[in-house]
């Protein structure tokens, strides 16, 4: 699916060598350094409501008076001493950082200072915005500015980086960056001068619970939290079927039928019904009505599939996951799950890289460098590779599986889904070492603005579209150049031994398979035309949900486990994809 | 004199509010505890623990946080009476 994630969050990794004054975006994970960011430079980042959303940096560009810098939002850090990759990555940066501005919770003043107070020993020059302004308001904190400005010895500026208040009076105050630099101190000796810095500048005044934090406190509770989780899944299944759904049917599908139709068929009888053009470029149209789905020519299948069958799905997911991810839920799923995923070798944090992955696997593997150590992350790596299939692959499923009956979506699903559970469990006992515990920060909830909803919907939609949609088509295109040339005919009898003899599809299937490891989606679209039996289609699906990562997914997987870790996940991928389809031909 | 009483965050019960006594653990697992907050003096309220050994969630100042049930074990308050 959209591989976004690696253009905003890996390419520009290490910083290019750039005359730029470089501004480090520093503070604690949930301060709303990545809203900050895109205040400041106009890029969009992913922002969400939940510790550990930025894993790489993002660069972008900013005036501060007539000079244009250079701006980086760095990943959130507790302190200067790394406990996971996505903390180590924010150290590597501060070492190449001009101006740091810290961008500090004034709902967590104190815990937030420890992180101020260690950059201020490290002598850079900084400035503070104190974000989140407007809720410390709403509970009753009040932080006198000047003196904390007095104490601290650098500039402090309150900020609500959602609306955007108090950005144009940061941007003026880098040019008063300073740095103090403070000795070096002790863990104590910083504690005591945090609580004094605490004590002078703020005061709590009581005031009641609302009903954001009872909900807040019941959805951690073993029996109300598993009810609002349960509620939540099912009404997340129903939400992002329905709005998918509906699209189809009443927008995309109306749209290809009664606009393009003509317009293929105009081309059809142009190129006089056949020939190598015409079956490259709109596949096999019979009798005046074109299949969009067995067609496949580059203007039929190759549009239909990512623009009518994937798209709509693209856009009720992260609609729904967007809404989930900004009100600030998936923390407190990490909470409930934490003791089933420890028997997969993994803790609960490791649901949200998992969730992201039902969205695309390319994110969501990037998102395991929150997860603290190497063992961990190559289990959630693979078990997100092989068990949980992107939106577009589920689209796909949806479409041509669920048209043989609600049934037989659901052995896929449920197929997945205790690969995913047997394979943790195995992996967890094979597999040297233990699964850290749980130590994370539960953000409050909020109450989502529809426009940053919308706009981080449109970030990853954009994304989908620049970035998967060429590559649809190109799969589309090599699929019908390697057909035309003859190349299938010879691996095809190869290959038939293991897809007939063990899995118990035609010969066919294996181009589907080979197709698998450019796009999925148009891999899942080719067993169509294959007239397979609904058992041989569910083996089929799942097979390729698990056989081998898409090229995207295969270059992070390359990168963020190396070679060898890529090798074992790899045949891990191939073994268990042939088992589980070789037991499922035999079941089914 | 009183004599206050201490137990464990495993023990304590939702709603339960007290004192961090102490952290038994390396440095390591003390660091990271105290940059999150968690250290002697600070006040805390349990506020939930999931079943079968799963995290507990405590609330300390402004902040909300979920910590493994063995991490729990190793963090002592002394109780408010």
Redesign the interface.
């Known amino acids: 699916m959209a591989c976004h994630g690696m253009k905003t969050h890996v390419k520009k990794r290490r910083g290019k060598k750039s005359g730029l004054r470089k501004i480090l975006l520093m503070g604690n994970p949930n301060v709303g350094k990545s809203v900050v960011f895109s205040r400041l430079t106009g890029v969009r980042v992913i922002a969400s409501n939940y510790p550990g959303t930025t894993v790489g940096y993002t660069q972008g560009l900013t005036k501060v008076g007539e000079e244009v810098a250079e701006v980086i939002d760095v990943p959130g850090t507790y302190g200067l001493e790394p406990t996971c990759e996505a903390e180590e990555i924010a150290l590597e940066m501060l070492a190449a950082g001009d101006v740091v501005i810290n961008v500090v919770d004034a709902t967590n003043l104190e815990r937030n200072l420890n992180l101020t107070l260690q950059l201020l020993e490290k002598g850079v020059p900084m400035v503070v915005a104190l974000n989140m302004w407007d809720d410390a308001g709403h509970r009753g904190i009040h932080i006198d500015l000047k003196r904390l400005e007095d104490l601290l010895g650098v500039p402090v500026i309150p900020t609500v980086a959602v609306t955007g208040q108090g950005i144009k009076e940061l941007v003026e105050s880098i040019p008063a960056a300073r740095a103090p630099r403070l000795p070096p101190g002790s863990h104590d000796e910083r504690w005591v001068a945090i609580g004094s810095i605490v004590e002078q500048v703020q005061q709590v005044t009581h005031r009641h619970h609302t009903w954001l934090e009872s909900l807040e406190d019941a959805s951690v509770r073993p029996f109300t939290g598993i009810t609002i989780a349960v509620a939540i899944l099912v009404g997340t299944f129903l939400g992002i079927r329905f709005i998918g759904e509906s699209l189809i049917g009443y927008v995309l599908d109306p749209l290809f039928e009664h606009l393009w139709t003509p317009v293929i068929l105009f081309f059809s009888d142009l190129m006089g019904g056949s020939g190598i053009l015409h079956e490259v470029l709109l596949g096999h149209i019979m009798a005046g009505e074109v299949n969009y789905v067995e067609s496949f020519g580059l203007l039929t299948t190759g549009l239909y599939v990512p623009f009518a069958m994937v798209l709509p799905y693209i856009v009720s997911f992260y609609l729904v996951l967007g809404l989930l991810e900004d009100i600030g839920y998936l923390p407190r799923l990490a909470v409930l799950m934490d003791t089933i995923m420890h028997r997969l070798g993994l803790h609960g944090y490791a649901i949200i890289p998992t969730l992201l992955g039902l969205g695309c696997n390319v994110p969501a593997i990037l998102a395991t460098r929150i997860l603290e150590s190497k063992r961990e992350r190559f289990i959630a790596a693979t078990l997100i590779s092989i068990a949980v299939p992107c939106a577009a692959l589920q689209a796909m499923v949806f479409g041509l599986v669920g048209e043989r009956g609600i049934q037989y979506v659901a052995i896929v699903y449920g197929t997945l889904f205790l690969v995913w559970v047997v394979l943790g469990f195995i992996l967890n006992h094979m597999i040297k070492g233990f699964s850290p515990e749980l130590l994370i920060e539960i953000p409050p909830y909020r109450i989502p603005l529809w426009r940053t909803v919308f706009q981080k919907l449109w970030l990853r939609v954009h994304g989908f579209l620049r970035e998967a949609i060429p590559i649809i088509l190109g799969a589309v295109l090599v699929m019908n150049i390697l057909y035309a040339v003859g190349f299938f005919d010879v691996i095809v009898d190869f290959t038939a031994p293991v897809v007939t003899g063990l899995l118990g599809l035609p010969k066919e299937a294996v181009v589907a398979l080979a197709i698998g490891f450019l796009r999925k989606d148009v891999a899942v679209g080719m067993l169509a035309p294959l007239a397979l039996t609904s058992e041989q289609l569910v083996v089929g699906s799942v097979v390729l949900a698990m056989f081998f990562p898409c090229i995207a997914t295969f270059v992070v997987l390359l990168r963020e486990l190396g070679a060898v870790g890529m090798l074992k996940a790899a045949a891990i991928m191939v073994t268990v994809a042939l088992c589980v389809g070789g037991l499922l031909n035999v079941i089914l | 004199m009183t004599v206050k009483k201490q137990v464990n965050l495993r023990q304590m019960y939702?709603g339960q509010r007290g004192t961090v006594l102490r952290v038994d653990g390396g440095m390591g697992l003390?660091?990271?505890?105290?940059?999150?907050?968690v250290?002697p003096g600070k006040k805390i309220t349990k506020?939930?623990?999931?079943?079968?050994?799963?995290?507990v969630?405590v609330q300390l100042?402004?902040?909300?946080?979920?910590?493994?049930?063995?991490?729990a074990g190793r963090i002592l308050v002394e109780l408010e009476q």
């Open positions: 939702p003390l660091s990271r505890l105290s940059a999150m907050g250290r506020v939930s623990s999931m079943l079968m050994r799963g995290p969630t100042g402004g902040t909300r946080l979920a910590i493994g049930f063995g991490m």
